[in-house]
């Protein structure tokens, strides 16, 4: 079985609200997401299974000791996220912004 992998970048020192870019996700089923930055701004992250309709995706914080699963970060850090099936997109809409730049980085792999 062939393995793939792909690195998107979602927000790009982003200093506003925005989608940014989906990662569309056809043929990946994990994903790591880097959020960099010094920034005041909450990071949402959301997947989409029609394309238009996109809804609130829990991810793991890598640093959290308690493995706690969330759908939106306000600091830098590591998310992983498993098992997209038939889901075709994943964004990190920056949902609310202060100051300062958030750039988010994914890197999805899958068989």
């Not at 394309?51 to 306000?74: F, P, Y």
């Not at 830098?76 to 949902?95: H, M, N, P």
Request: charge should be negative; glycine fraction near 10%.
């Amino acid at each position: 079985m062939a393995s793939f992998s792909g690195v998107t970048t979602l927000q790009s020192a982003a200093t506003a609200t925005g989608n940014g870019t989906a990662l569309l996700l056809d043929r990946y089923t994990h994903v790591a997401v880097q959020v960099t930055g010094t920034f005041s701004a909450t990071v949402a992250f959301e997947v989409t299974v029609d394309g238009s309709t996109w809804v609130a995706a829990a991810c793991l914080d890598v640093s959290d000791v308690n493995r706690t699963h969330k759908a939106t970060t306000t600091a830098a850090g590591v998310f992983t996220f498993d098992e997209f099936v038939g889901v075709v997109g994943l964004r990190a809409r920056i949902s609310a912004y202060t100051s300062g730049s958030v750039t988010v980085v994914a890197n999805a792999v899958g068989w």
